[in-house]
């Protein structure tokens, strides 16, 4: 759904802003134009400037199909906002360096070449944004000394030469899902900055991630070697990440996890860990080229350990080390067919530019009969990525649409209603949930509902009570009427453990709200065990004795 969406959004955006609009100037004709304060300026035929000069808070808009060059360095006024939408293409014969705040928009149809792709581009502007949905080619890209960044990349982005940021500059760095960037140089990160990587990214040489973090749900290649020194250097790896250089360097507090698929030549770490999903439901495999050195590192849970030649095992695998080995870490599990999850490299999501994994809204099927509810649709679903269940508390729940206006979703309990005289047959609803704490990070969901053909109820089974059964011995009766013997009140009530009977009174079980629930230690959860959740107003059972177990029965149902 996500990757849906994001195409939308990219169409959708070209499709309404395919020309400049708010022109208070349109076509200057000096080639040493002074763009003005505040102005909108629309170049709607080919122009060349030659040293043109810029005053503060200016727009430059290139319509599609019109090609403007500038001959020389652009002058602007320092941390003054200067920005471009550009449908066109836009040259620049030599390397830039800008100390204007810079916000530029390429859209689908446009392009920047910075000297035929191989001039330099250093911003030195506080504030600065590129959002690139078309073709961005140049040699190298510096940020400099106390700038902020943005770099969201939906297009095409080819640098040619190495991306460079300051020990003082903060860098968001994005290629998005349908992205796609060529990296020829070295790319050197901070410990202020994040890389993520959701589309392709192809890198002929290295990283230094000095302290910095990268995020990859896509397809991340890098041909050289990766230095993770510096503190806490990060790599999360969702999709599948190749390194056929060296890693080297890797303290003790550098993260590496992985739970798609990580392929690397050489590795000869510190003593980081090796971190793999908390969950056995998913697996990250790792592929070795050589034998790796890892010291006394932790290395788990769940991750499968391969030699890409010859066989595989902890001798094989890892030299010089002394790893700590933590549950359901494996060898090539794939030759025994024993794996306990199957290796996934397109999770389908993206992180926000700030590297928080989203939410999981997750499908679901409910049988409701019309004039019923079921659900509740967040009992599959977690607040974040790999993180805890997601509640009516930590999301928000909003409904996209119905395919019948019938079928609707309670957004304050997370039910989904059937309304009386709903014709037989199936439905979808889609919902979306997003993070309370940061309502902007969001995942969707499809949910398929089966409304029973007319005459159809809920069936009820009856007790098995032939055979060889058994009395029930203990018994709670408020009508006054228990007596010893197979045939009496309780023994006469065969196959139960206990029997309650009451005329007047309910038979009420612990009642605990979401929080009291996720507060039981996990040591005293049970498969079966049971309670009435007040915040969801339902009885809920654990079906599998972990914190992820709990369910709402609230679906009339014949099991078998």
């Given at each position: 759904m996500?990757?849906?969406?994001?195409?939308?959004?990219?169409?959708?955006?070209?499709?309404?802003?395919?020309?400049?609009v708010g022109c208070t100037v349109t076509n200057p004709s000096d080639p040493n134009y002074h763009f003005p304060d505040n102005a909108t300026v629309c170049i709607s035929s080919n122009?060349?400037?030659?040293?043109?000069?810029?005053?503060?808070?200016?727009?430059v808009c290139i319509a599609s199909g019109v090609t403007v060059a500038f001959q020389n360095n652009i002058s602007g006024i320092n941390n003054a906002m200067t920005y471009f939408d550009v449908y066109g293409t836009l040259l620049f014969t030599q390397a830039i360096t800008t100390v204007a705040d810079l916000n530029v928009h390429v859209y689908s149809?446009?392009?920047?070449?910075?000297?035929?792709?191989?001039g330099n581009f250093t911003m030195n502007g506080q504030q600065n944004v590129i959002v690139n949905e078309g073709l961005i080619e140049l040699?190298?890209?510096?940020?400099?000394d106390n700038t902020d960044n943005i770099i969201d990349n939906y297009g095409t982005l080819n640098i040619n030469g190495n991306m460079n940021m300051s020990n003082s500059a903060v860098t968001k760095f994005r290629n998005e899902v349908s992205g796609f960037i060529s990296l020829a140089g070295n790319y050197s990160n901070n410990e202020n900055s994040i890389y993520i990587n959701c589309g392709t990214i192809n890198s002929n040489s290295g990283f230094n991630i000095n302290g910095g973090s990268i995020y990859n749900t896509g397809i991340f290649t890098a041909g050289g070697d990766i230095n993770l020194s510096g503190n806490s250097s990060e790599i999360y790896n969702f999709g599948l990440f190749t390194s056929t250089g060296n890693m080297n360097n890797a303290p003790a507090d550098a993260v590496i996890y992985n739970e798609g698929k990580l392929s690397i030549n050489q590795y000869q770490g510190g003593n980081a860990a090796f971190h793999g999903p908390s969950s056995s439901s998913k697996k990250g495999y790792i592929e070795v080229n050589n034998a790796i050195q890892v010291n006394n590192a932790v290395i788990g849970p769940n991750l499968d350990f391969k030699r890409s030649t010859g066989v595989s095992d902890p001798s094989t695998v890892f030299m010089n080390s002394n790893p700590t080995y933590l549950t359901n870490v494996t060898f090539d599990c794939a030759s025994t067919n024993s794996c306990s999850a199957p290796l996934i490299t397109d999770p389908g999501f993206c992180t926000t530019i700030n590297g928080n994994l989203p939410p999981m809204a997750v499908d679901d099927t409910y049988t409701?009969?019309?004039?019923?509810?079921?659900?509740?649709?967040?009992?599959?679903?977690?607040e974040t990525y790999n993180g805890p269940q997601a509640t009516i508390t930590n999301v928000i729940i909003s409904q996209i649409s119905t395919s019948n206006p019938n079928i609707s979703l309670n957004t304050s309990t997370g039910y989904v209603t059937v309304a009386p005289g709903t014709p037989a047959g199936t439905y979808t609803l889609n919902y979306q949930i997003c993070q309370q704490g940061n309502p902007t990070n969001c995942d969707t969901a499809t949910d398929t509902i089966i409304v029973p053909g007319s005459g159809t109820t809920p069936c009820y089974k009856p007790a098995v009570t032939s055979g060889s059964v058994l009395p029930a011995n203990m018994g709670i009766t408020a009508l006054q009427r228990a007596q010893p013997g197979d045939?009496?009140?309780?023994?006469?009530?065969?196959?139960?453990?206990?029997?309650?009977?009451?005329?007047?009174k309910g038979f009420v079980l612990n009642r605990l709200t979401d929080a009291q629930v996720t507060a039981i230690p996990v040591t005293d959860l049970k498969e079966g065990m049971m309670v009435y959740n007040t915040t969801q107003n339902c009885l809920q059972v654990n079906i599998d004795g972990t914190p992820t177990g709990w369910r709402c029965f609230n679906n009339q149902t014949c099991p078998d």
């Open positions: 996500r990757k849906i969406v994001l195409l939308t959004f990219i169409f959708m955006s070209y499709v309404l802003q395919a020309q400049c122009m060349t400037f030659n040293n043109p000069t810029f005053g503060s808070n200016v727009k149809s446009g392009n920047i070449s910075m000297n035929s792709g191989n040699g190298v890209l510096q940020f400099g409701i009969p019309a004039g019923s509810f079921a659900g509740i649709v967040l009992d599959n679903d977690f045939a009496n009140w309780p023994g006469a009530r065969k196959g139960a453990w206990i029997a309650l009977e009451s005329k007047t």
